[in-house]
């Protein structure tokens, strides 16, 4: 039986514990290993969104709803993170900064498809982009150390690979399209 409360108090422990990303994966896996009892515990996904279920300087816990076929630009957390994935698919592309005639860029550096009791470790320096490949909510518990909210970050523009610092604004306003998506069916 899987119980967030549990979840959290464990995850915290496990920071207090070792920093590193390394028991919190553990626990993830252990937590998306039953799907449904995530599903249990958190309910059946109805919309995109980004849930906060805990938030300190050392950990932060997210239930991240991506809306079907969703996908948001790249971006970085400046922070390791852990995606354990309970219901659905995040397709995630890894980029790295390379060097161009106007100073910085970023390509593609590879990719990694995650599904249902998948419980992928991102490292600190990690940009990512992520696409909801599949025409329904896919949902995600996300683990990062430390502040999520707190922690000034980056994000590229989509179109021009250009460094800019993170919208959050911007980003709620992805959830909130594809949720308009969704409610016109
Ligand atoms: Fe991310």
């Given amino acids: 039986m899987f ?7 464990d995850c915290c422990d496990a920071v207090e514990q070792d920093p590193s990303h390394r028991t919190v994966r553990e626990l993830a896996a252990r937590a998306v290993a039953d799907p449904a009892a995530v599903l249990r515990d958190l309910g059946e996904p109805e919309r995109a969104g980004v849930i906060p279920l805990f938030q300190s300087d050392k950990l932060t816990v997210l239930n991240v709803i991506w809306g079907p076929l969703m996908n ?16 659905g698919r995040e397709d995630n592309v890894f980029w790295r900064r390379i060097a161009d005639e106007q100073g910085e860029t970023i390509e593609a550096a590879g990719a990694k498809s995650l599904t249902v009791k998948d419980a992928e470790p991102l490292g600190r320096d990690i940009i990512h982009s992520v696409v909801n490949p599949v025409d329904r909510l896919t949902a995600a518990i996300h683990l990062y150390g430390g502040d999520f909210f707190d ?22 306003s992805y959830f909130e399209r594809s949720n308009r998506l969704l409610n016109a069916g």
């Fill in 3 to 9: 119980d967030m409360d549990t979840f959290i108090a």
């Fill in 72 to 87: 948001v630009p790249p971006h970085n957390h400046d922070m390791w993170a852990v995606i354990g994935v309970y219901t």
């Fill in 151 to 172: 922690t000034p970050r980056s994000e590229w523009d989509p179109e021009n690979h250009r460094e800019r610092p993170f919208d959050t604004d911007r980003t709620r």
